[in-house]
């Protein structure tokens, strides 16, 4: 794994809370497949509207990562699939990414999607959910400390990018901003002290 | 005592600051009596203590002016338009998150308020060890009164509290274990919980509310998007700082800065004003960016039963402080408050469906932060041209994190949380009370494997007698340049177990007066 990598993993586990801004719409992307991680069956012809910074490639190993760790089934949680997780995720923190902290990201995304290969004979995006799962929670608990930092990495920048939607919070049970919904004053500047 | 000037009246609202988008030329010099460099809790005290005492100040802020009206009340957004490097800066093993505020109020815009005296052991120790012998506990509680006084630290009322406090406070009754009741500089709390997204209503008196505009009233002048470059010295005495106004939105550098002053003041904070000085060749002894130390906490989240609703209220209320100083222990917990997206990477309940179920008890969940007082084993570096906080959690402190672990885990089952989280990579639990010292005793020191985040940086100029062995002397100047003074969080000598910000700002009001002393 490249300095660049293990640079970018360290810094996807920096990302306690960033901004997520929603994806600038109408900016479709037309992305080839040429330099691609595998080629996989299921691949996509393009990415979605709004996503500038992740190669097609790279955006299939985040939405399976995506569809695998956000499973709303039987919850009553909004479903990652109305929530424009990817868009934020790509324009809100992979954006603002340094050029060189991404570029290792890039090939922490390839390292990833690469893992399964030894146990599971194919990359990340072709297992099973189960499987796909089961790997996620195997390298949370390597040895190696780039997997584990990666398996919590990614993870983290995907769930982050689902849940700093605020349509997410209402079966929470969370209610957002409460300032102006209160109706508070504001005290504005405290007066000049004696001392 | 000094003679001070008359103020001008003081806004009842906002604060006069340059900001890059007011800034027409590529070039600008100023002149004046004094240069501080950062608007957080030292740059603020000094500014209006020296502005009070009639000298012309000017404050560089590499951060935005972000007034309390745009704050959102939305965590993500905030971390990316307050804190330093959108929330991301940690160090360089990735695995603790180092939260410092990075605007126009610095940290004190986004902590939770929370105040502690410095306790009396540090101040008699500082003396001993470190020769800080002028900073004992009779000197420094006129500084305590007054910041508390001007700041309205007071201990919470009954109601300033939250849901999760509550319980945890029945917890701890049950332990007999003390309740420590939080003081704030807080007046009127709303309970909106959104301390860390800056207080959209200004109940929280931060320096954007209070020093910052009473300097400004005293006559200073507030430079924000402005990031010092370098600090000029001339015959080992400093003489002003070159800075660039950078357009907060292209980045891009819009104004080339020189301010020239006989004072400078650095408040950058402890992990800024290091690099600045670095990049300034002002280390000489080679002690400057050392001893890093940063509070280091995990939270542990307790699943209730009923519906706990644990994020609005006081962000803060709770503490316990019984095994705080290092011969008892050298650990505190807090109760916090949190947010949906904070609460989604505090735990590793596994992949796919158990993280969503997990999640979805988010209303039933209430966490405990364990903070220990750590050795000052990091460093602040450049390298190649980028940041780099060395700082891996030592052994030693990892044994005090695990003893405070037990009983922040002891205090949620005793609150009557059912089941617990451990903030580790992989999923790790604790279903009863019985099983908390075999899980926690399993934990190893590894990187990358626990969910750490630190607000308190602290230590990188640390202050002492020693011109060899310390950074700053006494009174708070440098001991390589004359009338350069650090007024910030990087002077502590040692970490102090609890939140920081009051000892900062008693340090620049007593720094302060140094200054006003030496420069009548």
Same mark, same amino acid.
């Given at each position: ?14 990302? +306690? ?21 595998? $080629? ?84 990340? *995006? ?12 195997? =390298? ?22 689902? =849940? ?7 079966? &929470? ?23 | ?48 203590? &020296? ?8 404050? &560089? ?44 109020? $610095?940290?004190? *815009?986004? %902590? ?13 120790? =500082? ?7 002028? &900073? ?77 505009? =009473? @300097? ?19 015959? $080992? ?122 999640? +979805? ?19 602040? %570096? ?26 922040? @885990?002891? *205090? ?51 202050? $002492? ?24 969080? +990087? ?30």
């Amino acid at each position: 794994m490249s300095d660049q990598t293990k640079e970018a993993i360290d810094q996807i586990n920096r990302l +306690s809370r960033r901004s997520f801004l929603k994806a600038a719409s109408g900016l479709a992307v037309a992305a080839s497949l040429g330099t691609g991680l595998l $080629g996989a069956a299921n691949a996509f012809a393009a990415v979605p509207e709004g996503i500038k910074v992740m190669s097609a490639s790279e955006y299939q190993v985040m939405h399976r990562l995506m569809q695998v760790t956000l499973v709303t089934q039987g919850t009553g949680l909004v479903p990652a699939s109305e929530i424009p997780v990817m868009q934020t995720l790509d324009a809100a923190l992979l954006a603002t990414m340094e050029p060189h902290i991404l570029e290792g990201l890039k090939g922490g995304i390839a390292y990833f999607n690469d893992g399964p290969r030894a146990e599971y004979g194919q990359p990340f *995006v072709e297992l099973s959910d189960t499987q796909a799962a089961a790997f996620c929670d195997t =390298w949370a608990d390597a040895d190696e400390v780039p997997q584990r930092a990666l398996a919590m990495g990614l993870k983290k920048l995907v769930g982050l990018a689902y =849940w700093a939607n605020p349509p997410t919070w209402t079966p &929470l049970g969370y209610g957002g901003p409460v300032t102006e919904k209160w109706k508070l004053e504001s005290l504005g500047n405290a007066p000049l002290p004696k001392s | 005592m000094q003679d001070t000037i008359k103020a001008k009246n003081v806004p009842a609202r906002g604060l006069a600051v340059t900001q890059a988008s007011d800034v027409t030329r590529d070039t600008l010099e100023l002149n004046a009596d004094a240069v501080i460099i950062g608007s957080g809790a030292g740059g603020a005290i000094a500014a209006y203590e &020296l502005a009070k005492a009639g000298k012309n100040v000017v404050v &560089l802020e590499a951060g935005p002016y972000v007034p309390s009206e745009k704050f959102t009340e939305m965590m993500a957004v905030s971390m990316d338009t307050l804190y330093a490097d959108h929330g991301g800066q940690a160090n360089s093993a990735g695995d603790i998150a180092i939260l410092q505020g990075a605007c126009v109020g $610095g940290s004190t *815009v986004v %902590n939770a308020a929370l105040c502690f005296r410095t306790p009396d052991y540090y101040l008699e120790r =500082w003396g001993k060890e470190f020769g800080l012998t002028n &900073l004992t506990p009779k000197v420094m509680r006129p500084y305590f009164e007054k910041v508390e006084a001007n700041l309205g630290i007071a201990p919470n009322k009954a109601y300033e509290t939250s849901a999760g406090a509550q319980l945890l406070k029945g917890g701890m009754q049950k332990l007999n274990l003390p309740e420590g009741n939080a003081h704030r500089n807080i007046r009127n709390c709303a309970m909106t919980g959104f301390c860390f997204a800056g207080c959209k209503s200004d109940r929280k008196q931060s320096m954007l509310v209070t020093y910052l505009p =009473w @300097a400004v009233a005293y006559g200073a002048s507030i430079y924000a998007d402005t990031r010092a470059t370098q600090i000029l010295a001339a015959d $080992g005495k400093a003489s002003g700082v070159l800075a660039e106004i950078v357009d907060p939105q292209s980045k891009t550098v819009k104004c080339q800065l020189r301010v020239n002053a006989p004072i400078v003041v650095g408040a950058a904070g402890p992990v800024q004003m290091p690099l600045l000085l670095q990049k300034s060749n002002l280390n000489g002894n080679g002690q400057v960016g050392k001893n890093f130390a940063c509070h280091p906490t995990l939270s542990v989240t307790g699943m209730f039963e009923e519906n706990v609703d644990n994020f609005y209220g006081a962000t803060h209320s709770l503490y316990m402080d019984k095994y705080t100083m290092p011969e008892d222990g050298g650990y505190l917990l807090l109760d916090a408050i949190q947010d949906p997206v904070e609460a989604s990477f505090q735990a590793e309940p596994g992949t796919g469906k158990p993280y969503m179920s997990y999640m +979805s008890k988010y209303r039933n969940s209430v966490r405990l932060i364990t903070l220990i007082h750590d050795q000052n084993v990091g460093e602040v %570096n450049w390298n190649n041209g980028a940041k780099e906080i060395t700082y891996f959690v030592d052994d030693k402190d990892f044994q005090i994190m695990k003893a405070g672990l037990k009983t922040n @885990a002891r *205090v949620l089952f005793a609150a009557g949380a059912k089941q617990l989280y451990i903030p580790t990579s992989q999923k790790l639990t604790i279903d009863s009370v019985d099983q908390i010292d075999a899980v926690i005793d399993s934990l190893d020191n590894e990187p990358a494997r626990y969910r750490y985040t630190s607000f308190h940086p602290q230590g990188t100029c640390r202050m $002492g007698a020693d011109p060899d062995t310390t950074v700053v002397s006494p009174t708070g100047e440098t001991h390589e340049v004359k009338n350069l003074y650090i007024v910030d969080a +990087s002077l502590l000598p040692t970490s102090i177990g609890y939140n920081p910000s009051e000892t900062v700002y008693a340090l620049a009001h007593y720094i302060s007066d140094q200054i006003n002393r030496a420069h009548g």
